[in-house]
């Protein structure tokens, strides 16, 4: 029975829905704030001395990165300095220009007597000349308890931020830049949507940059990400941005962020590497790399070619361990091919080829699968030898001996390199057998 003309319209529409959503995604130029030198050493083993930061700073700039975080000053017990206040401190001594630097600050507080107190780290960003700041409020009734209530914090608000703009130089000696970031902003527009829609219309009052959020345990499905990025948009128009921070709990925290871009949100802040607290986030890597794939051309002011070998490398450094191999786009196996129907193809629509990222394709054994190209290549890597000059004979002899193998209840590592020369030897040595019996 054929479709109504009604439902194959209906089919057409949702097409068309999608593929607006992935022009709004092509034409977009993300306001991204990297924070490599503060987000990934979070969750990292070992972290980033002094002389790395130092060294990193220059790498992030030459990248392309515009807006850099420099570290965090609202941390517990403030007297115990940080590394990152080293770094500021650093930076301020030698007079290097911190021009789209921005720091973690808490907002400060209007007291009993209606006297406004600035939080410490108010103090520290003055004092280490640092221009710009991601100002960090909470607004769930667990990241409130023992801080403020609402009425305080609605309160202090407009205090706190007139007292970063007396007090704070901003880019080029203007005002600061001034982001809100409601760090458990998941947790309270699911909680306290009201209490959430009173702040946000209250800060679009304010001489301020815009607002961020984050889903700080990874726990909200991409499609609440969405909604709540839509609510705060509703109150918060443009010029006011709106960005997110996504961390990695349920494995939704890339599809959150493109959830939150196609419903309004103006960008992100991130490291470049995955590493982060818990088990790692959205980060600024993974989301160049998916707008590269869509075809937004704003990527192209960041040096692509430098993208995975600097994530990896930024990654290693703060772990001394090497980068996952199965996490996608940046990890070792994301473009080891098994199988060369898997091999993304420059301009197919969607495709990535790790070329345009700074990477290259590399290959791996699977004995269920891996096709003649798969192999060839794989032998290249071990052997040094041009894959053309391995006869398609003997490979398929190898693809045949393994499926003999794992038939026989044998489960070798053929990717292993050993293992792989182990099975060419056999297959050349049956292929000879076979022109043998042929010619005989």
């Known amino acids: 029975m054929p479709s109504s003309p009604e439902a194959l319209q209906q089919a057409r529409q949702r097409l068309a829905d999608a593929q607006e959503k992935v022009a709004r995604l092509r034409d977009l130029d993300p306001y991204l704030i990297d924070l490599s030198l503060r987000e990934n050493p979070v969750g990292a083993r070992v972290g980033q001395t002094l002389a790395d930061k130092l060294a990193i700073l220059p790498k992030l700039r030459e990248f392309g990165f515009r807006n850099i975080l420099l570290g965090t000053l609202d941390y517990s017990y403030p007297d115990e300095l940080e590394v990152d206040d080293d770094f500021m401190m650093t930076l301020r001594d030698r007079q ?9 600050t808490a907002v400060g507080l209007v007291d009993a007597d209606g006297r406004f107190v600035p939080d410490p780290s108010q103090l520290k960003l003055r004092d280490y000349r640092v221009p710009n700041t991601l100002h960090e409020i909470y607004l769930s009734e667990a990241g409130m308890a023992g801080q403020y209530d609402l009425a305080t914090l609605l309160r202090s608000l407009p205090a706190s931020i007139q007292w970063l703009r007396e007090n704070i130089r901003g880019d080029q000696g203007g005002a600061p830049r001034i982001l809100i970031n409601i760090v458990d902003g998941c947790d309270a527009f699911a909680e306290n949507p009201e209490g959430v829609f009173e702040v946000l219309s209250l800060l679009a009052e304010q001489p301020i940059e815009g607002i961020s959020f984050e889903d700080d345990r990874g726990t909200y499905l991409p499609l609440q990400v969405g909604a709540y990025v839509a609510a705060a948009r509703s109150l918060l128009p443009p010029p006011l941005k709106i960005l997110v921070h996504m961390h990695a709990g349920g494995g939704f925290e890339n599809a959150s962020l493109i959830e939150a871009l196609v419903n309004g949100a103006d960008g992100v802040w991130g490291g470049l590497p995955k590493r982060a607290a818990i088990i790692g986030h959205a980060s600024l890597g993974e989301l160049i790399a998916n707008l590269v794939r869509v075809g937004n051309p704003h990527m192209q002011r960041y040096r692509l070619d430098r993208l995975l070998p600097l994530a990896t490398k930024l990654q290693v450094l703060d ?29 197919r629509f969607m495709d990535l080829p790790p070329e345009a990222i700074g990477g290259r394709y590399r290959y791996r054994i699977c004995p269920l699968v891996s096709d003649t190209q798969v192999i060839a290549g794989r ?42 020369l182990r099975l060419f030897a056999r297959a050349q040595h049956a292929s000879e057998v076979a022109s043998a019996d042929v010619e005989v």
């Open 96 to 104: 290097v220009d911190m021009s789209g630097c921005f720091a973690f």
């Open 319 to 347: 772990e001394e361990q090497q980068v996952p191999d199965d996490l996608p786009i940046l990890g070792h196996n994301a473009y080891r091919l098994p199988l060369s129907f898997f091999r993304q193809i420059p301009g």
């Open 379 to 420: 032998l290249e890597e071990v052997t040094g030898r041009p894959a053309a000059e391995f006869s398609q004979a003997v490979l398929e002899q190898m693809i045949f001996l393994m499926r003999r193998d794992l038939r026989a209840g044998e489960r070798i590592v053929y990717d292993q390199p050993d293992n792989l």
